[in-house]
Structures are given as C-alpha cells and as structure tokens.
C-alpha cells in the first residue's frame, strides 16, 4: 500500500520566517558587538571591519594616554582611590603609569612611521601598476560609453539647424553659469551666430589670464636677484595668482584689496625706491602691467556675463518658433492657473480671518443686549401706562410742553432705525439683540406717532412719572448707541469685503474651470513637444560626451576631467550608478584622499608625541619629590598636569578627525574595491588596524570599561545570594501550606497573592527609609550596599511560594507518611524526601530569580551610588549618553552579561530533568 507523502511547504515557510525574525535580533546584537565603524544601524548588518577590541576593553580595559594622565594626577595629588595609599604604594603606581606612558607614546611613533611608509608605499606601487590599469580600465569605460551615447544619438535623429535645438540649448545655458570651462564652451559654440560674442570673449578672457600670469612670473624672475625684508611676504602672494583666476570669474576687488595693496604694491614701490632706476622702472613696468591685466580681466568678464545674457534671451525667445504657438499656450494658461490658485488662496486665508472677526463681533454686539432689550421692556410698561391716561379727557390748556423731550426723542428713533437696519443687513434677525432694538423701535414709534395726545396729558401725575423715567432710558440707551453704532459700522465694513471676496472667489472659480478646460485640450500637443524638448536637451549633453569620449584618457588628470563631466550625464541618461561605473578612477581618489587625511593626521600626531614626551620628561624630573611634601602635608599643585591635559585636547581633535576620516574612506577601498585594487586589500587592511589602534591608544577611556567586570561579580554575588534566600525562605513557607491544616491557611495564600499584585516600586520611599534606618546600625544592611540591596530583592518571593506549594501537592502524601512510620521526623521527610523530588521546581525558581535579580535595574539604581557598587544593569546604562549611544561596547557589554545567566541555567538544567524521575510509592 503506498503512503501518501504530504507537502509541508507552507508550514516550512513560515517556520523559517519566524525563526529569523526570531533570531535577527541575536544576530544584529553579535555583528554590532564586533563592528569597529560602530555603525549600528548600517544598512550592512556585516562589516568587513571586525575587531575584539570591545571586548577587550571590558573585560581587560588598557589605559590610554588621556586616562594615564588623569591617573598619575589623581595619585599625585592623592585623591580618589589613592585617598588612603601610602606613599610607597603611590610611588610604584607612578612609575608603572609612567612605564605605560613610555610605551604607548614608542608604540605611536610606530604606528605613526607604519601608516606613512605602508600609504607612501602603496602610493608608489599604485602609480607604479595600478595606476596604468586603472587608466586602461577607464578607457575601457569611455569607451563602452561611447558607444552608449552614440547609438542613443542615433535614435535622437537631432537637427543642429532647427529652432527647437537653439531653444533647447538656451535652457541648458539658463542653468548654467558662464564659465571659460570646455563644457561651457562647447554649448556656446553650438549656437552658431548667437554665441560668436561669447566665444570672442571667451578667447580674450583665456588670453588676459596668460598676460596676467606671464607678468607674475616676469615678477617672480625679476626678484629673484632682489634681497629685502618683505621679500618672502611678496613671493608668496604672487603665488598666490591662480587663486583669483578661475574658470568662473576673477576674484578682482579681493586680490586687490588683500594682494595689490596690502603685500604687492606696497613692498614693491619701496623697493622701487632703494634699487637702481633701470632696474626700478623694469619692475614698476612689469608690476603696473600685471595690475592692467587684471583689471581687464575683470572688465572683460563683466562683458562675458552680460554677451552670455544676451545669448540666452536670445535663444529663450525662440519658443514659440521652436516649440508652436500652442505650447507657448499651455504654459501661459498653467501660469495663469497658477497665479489664480494663489490668490484663491490668499482670498480664503484673508476670508477665514475675516470671518472669525465677524464672530467676534457678534460677540461684542451681544454685551449690548443685557442694556437694549430691558429698556424695551420699560418702554412697553411705560406705554401702557400712558395709554390708561390718554383713555381719560384731556385737560383743556396744559401748563407744561414736552417738545424738547419729542425732539430728543425723534433723534434716538433715527439712530435706533439705522441700527435696526444695519442688524438687518448682518443678517442677525435671529438675534436676541435684534429683537429688543426691534421692540425699542416700535415702542419710540408709538410714543411720536402719539406726540400730541401725550403733550396734551402733560400735566397728568402718570404721565409725568413716565415721561421722567422715559429720560432715565433715554439716557441708558444713548450712552449704548455710540459703541454700538461704531460695532455695527465695522461689521459692516467686514461684511462688504467678505461678500466681495466671496464673489471674486466665484469669478476666480469660473475663471479656473474654463484655464483647466483648456488645458485638458492643449496638454497632449504640449507633452508631445515637452518630449521633443527633453530628447533635444538630452542630445545635446550627451554630445558633450561624446566629444570627451572620442578623446583618450592618458592620465589621472584626464580621467578626473572625464568623470567630472561625463559621470552625472551618463547616471541621469542610461541609469548607471556613477561611483560604481566609475571605481576604477574614484577608487584611486578616494585612496588618495585617504592619503592627504593621514599625513596631515600623523604630522599633527608626531608633533603631539614630541611635546607630550618632553612634558612627561620635566614632570617625571620632580613628580617623586612631589609626592613626598603631599605626604609631609604641604598642598602643591603642578601646571605641568594642566598643559599635558590642553596640549593633548589641541592636538586629539585634529589628527583623530584626520585619521577617522582616512580609516572611512580606507574602508570604502575595502568593501568597494576597482577591478586592479585586490592586490593592495592586506596592506589596506593593516593600515585600517594601525588607524584603529591609534585611536584606542589616544581616545578617552569611558570609566565603564574599568568596572565592568566588577559590576559582573557585583550582579552574580548578588543574584546567587538573593536566589538562594528566595529558594530556602520560599520552599519553608510552601511546605505548611501543602501539608499542614491551620487557620488562617487559605487567607495567607490569598494575602500572597494579592501583595504579589503590587509593584514594588510602590514602596520604595518604604524600603529607602528602612534602608536608611537599618544602616545607622548595620552599615552593610544600609544604603549603597550590596547587602541591603540582597535585603530588598529578598523580599519578593511570594509569587516563588505558590509556585512551590503547587508543586508539593502533587508529591504524594503517603512517601512522608512510609517516612515517618519508619521513624523519621516532619523535619528529615522534608529535607529528605520533599526537598529531592522538588528539585525541578526548586531549579525553575532558582533560574528566574536569577535571571530577574541580575537585570533588574530601577531599585539597583535608586539605592546604590558608589560606581564600586553599581550592578550589571545599572553600568550597562552608562553606555547610552544623553546624545548618542556606544552601540558597540554596549551590545559587547549585553553578551558578555548574558554568560552568568547561561552559566548558571546549564549547571541547574540537570536537576530539572533529574528530580522528575526521582522518588516514587513502594509497593
């Protein structure tokens, strides 16, 4: 019968994922630990530099030059660790931090005369070999390029005649900056009649410089057979010509500010006067041509820039023949699209702001409401009142007339008219303001459409009364108008802008719904000649390459021109990755920057060994009879100390930032290296390790590398200490839960359970005072001690107790009861029995408390100050600064603590598989 084989694919997919994405992290942890670039977030998770040196600094920490320094003034002048060490025991710590010194400052010279000779000997060997491969290899490239461009070329099909291609070449000169350079030139020249200024330029400008330098030079000659003081001073800056020249202006005004007047004319014309005339008027012709030179030089560039200018208007303006009147279209409607984008926009932030204010002013209108509307109240009772007395006859000739209150009162009802109407215009009808100056209205309306009933009954009691608290209103309401009116005025002004932005917004929208109609119907035809565009651009460029690869490169230099010019055009047209086409020849500029950085870093170095050597000399000379009057207690202090300590920060910033940027760079010539570059790999390498070293011997030590192997033993002193109290005070507490019946049992474990709920963090101000207390009494129970901090851990075995009362349950009763029935007592069927077969649980607990206690970091770091003291978990967070983190010292910190740990479950992993098949009932 056959056997149906199954396929587990998916399954052994998923498997593998999950196992590296499991095992990623353990992976990026252990290529950090050995990465010497500690670039710990490379997108290599592998580096070809690989070094122990980690390592090595944790677990036998060396100490360099700066840290040799420190120490010998700390001893000298008895501080620190040093505080209670006799005088003889000081002295002999010296003399072997002085014995350090000596050898590290000999190992530096060596390593200092490795790095020159091993760079001068490449350099030698690389222009002796590998320098004609690597041109031939370049060749090959130009070559390969050549035919690149070529064949693209062909499929152009350009024409040099036509306006698109003028235009086209106008744009690239748009973007680029006159210059006498060839690539400039070469653009110029395909202009035909449009660049003939410029070329002319051009030409008198290539000229002007070589008068200027041939008079320099006629200069230089001249003052060879001269002697006087400022004589070098004049030389120099002559030399300095070629600084202002360059292929993209003349620096005039500054070398005539900083050359001609300050060094070159000024100590010449002096000279002019001391030598004989001939000979003085030879010099001023020379050194008066020279200035003319320059000054025309000058001159004639400002003519250049103006002529490449012109040159370019002139071939922009061609657009419209060369690219069709539709085109030109597209971009003026875009534009017009644009520029009406931007003022809706502006519009509808101006309208935003707008409308708030109008918010706000609604606002301000409703702190007027609380006046307006209960004087409307008023005038409707006073109304009222009135119109009880207007029932009755009226007297026959009143003594009084109320025509100034009417008239008062027929100005206050215009006012309230024009606020009424103005609240309308707002559109707040639905105000509650707008309802009581609409009340107000209507009531001053009855009151003057009432005028001569109300006169007549003038003198009537009632009407008096009202008529007099009608003022009182009146007055209320006038000292409200003014603001209000003011409010209103501005709302209204507001409210105007706003409806006229908004309509010009309408428009606008119109406006850009028929430009994107258009747009829609000219876009194919525009991108159909944006193409013909681009292919012209890129056909023009690219025979800019051509004409370079038709030359041969015979040198360096003819490389760096080619790869200068022709790298970032065949990377933009054909995608290919220029620093990697290229290697061949970066390759060896990188090598010989690499070889600028380390003589400038190891001329820096040397003069450092020099000057630290000599102040190690004179202090060595009297430090012994320092140290003596220390101890007869006279308090001296020796600048020696402070100018070695200055004297080293001066010089380590330079030659490290030189030599760490020659390793950079010496490592990208090993992880990238040319097709002839093999050959030099051991040497680069041995280079890369000197560079490394140098660093390790000059760099500043971190204080961690010198505890951290205490801080080890202080965690597994502890964790052992704390798991084997957790274990016994735990296994004693679970014994009487599992077999004794009491009362209280089934309380004490709920207790345990719930104690086991709370942080321990919580009593922390707790377990600091009791710490505290208990210190005053017993110091290595106190504070900053590694017993009192045994004493805290000690305290969480509530969780351990459950787990140990839940395994005794399931040890059988009746291998006690055999026990004692022979004889033995609680205490031995415990020790015996009980304990033996517990061992696998016993094992557990053991390993998770110490796992727990050695990585524990929170109560460690509150309770211990002494860095003797510190714990592994309180050290390791020294290696993370506050800007930056030492990824490499502190992954290698991370795997070398995690030993203890392996150590310790390996040894127990035998009891937790042994106690399981140990003990069983006699039958």
Known sequence: MAVEKKN???????????????????????????????????????????????????????????????D????????????????????????????????????????????????????????NSGLSEAISTINAIRKDDLELVEQRLLELKLDKNSELYLYALGNILNK?????????????????????????????????????LNKRDELLTLLETENFDEKPLVIESLKRTEKYLSEKGVEYSSWRKTEWFKVINKYLRTLEKEIPEERANIINATRKAMYNSFKAANSLWDDFAEAHNALVNGLLDLKEKALGPRFVEYEETTQRLDEIAAKKSAIEKTLEKDELAIKEIEDALETVTPIIVPEAERLKILRTTIEKSLKETAPESPSS???????????????????????????LKDSTLYAGVADLYTELNWFLSNETKISAFSDDPDVKRAIDIFEVSRANIERALPDLIFTLNEAKEINEKVMAMKNNLITLSKESGVLQQKISELQEGYLTALQKLENCKQGIELGFVKKLANKPINSIDDAATYFENAADIIETYFDKKKNLRYRAYTWYEDFQRAYQ????????????????????????????????????????????????????????????????????????????PANYAAQYSHKLKALDKALFRVNQIWAQKETTYFYFVRWIGNSVLVALMVSLISVTVAALAAYPFSRMRFPGRSQGLLFLLLIQMFPSIMFMVAVYALLQFMGNY????????????????????????????????TIPDSLEESAMIDGATRLQTFWKIVIPLARPILAVIAILTFMGIFNEFIMARILLQDINKWTYAVGLQQFSGRFETSWGPFTAAALIGAIPMVTFFLILQDYIVGGLTKGAVKG
Do not use: C
């Not at 196992?19 to 010497?36: E, Y």
């Not at 900056?177 to 030409?203: H, M, Q, R, W």
């Not at 007339?401 to 309308?424: H, P």
């Not at 630290?612 to 003596?628: A, C, Q, T």
């Open 8 to 70: 587990y694919w998916l399954r052994h997919i998923i498997l593998v994922i999950i196992v590296a994405i499991v095992l990623f992290p353990m992976v990026w942890l252990i290529s950090t630990s050995i990465r010497r670039d500690q670039a710990a977030f490379s997108p290599k998770l592998f580096s070809s530099r690989i070094t122990l040196q980690h390592y090595r600094n944790l677990l036998f920490p060396e100490r360099s030059i700066p840290r040799l320094i420190l």
């Open 72 to 127: 010998v003034q700390e001893a000298t002048y008895l501080l620190g660790r040093f505080r209670d060490k006799s005088e003889e025991k000081i002295i002999s710590t010296v003399e072997r931090y002085m014995n350090k010194f000596d050898k590290l400052m000999a190992e530096s010279e060596g390593l200092v005369s490795t790095i020159d000779d091993s760079f001068s000997s490449l350099s030698e060997e690389l222009n």
């Open 176 to 212: 680029t900056k006159p210059s006498i350079k060839d690539k400039y030139l070469f653009y110029v020249s395909n202009s035909g009649e449009y660049g003939k200024e410029v070329l002319t330029l051009a030409e008198e400008l290539k000229k002007t410089y070589g008068e200027i």
């Open 401 to 427: 007339t109320l025509s100034d209150f009417f008239e008062k009162l027929r100005e206050l009802y215009s006012r309230v008219e024009t606020v009424k109407d103005s609240i309308e215009k707002l559109n």
């Open 597 to 672: 950085e380390a003589l400038e870093g190891s001329r820096v170095l040397s003069s450092a060994i020099t000057t630290l050597s000599k102040m190690k000399e004179n202090l060595e000379s009297k430090i012994y009879d320092y140290i003596h009057l220390r101890f007869l207690g006279t308090q001296i202090t020796l600048e020696t100390f402070t100018n070695m300590v200055d004297s080293y920060n001066k010089s380590f910033q330079i030659f490290n930032a030189r030599y760490q940027r020659a390793s950079r760079l010496v490592s990208d010539l090993l992880d990238y």
């Open 778 to 809: 017993v110091s290595w129970l106190g504070l900053d001690s590694l017993g009192g901090l045994i004493f805290v851990y000690s305290g969480g075995i509530a969780f351990n107790t459950w787990l140990i009362k839940g395994y005794f349950d």
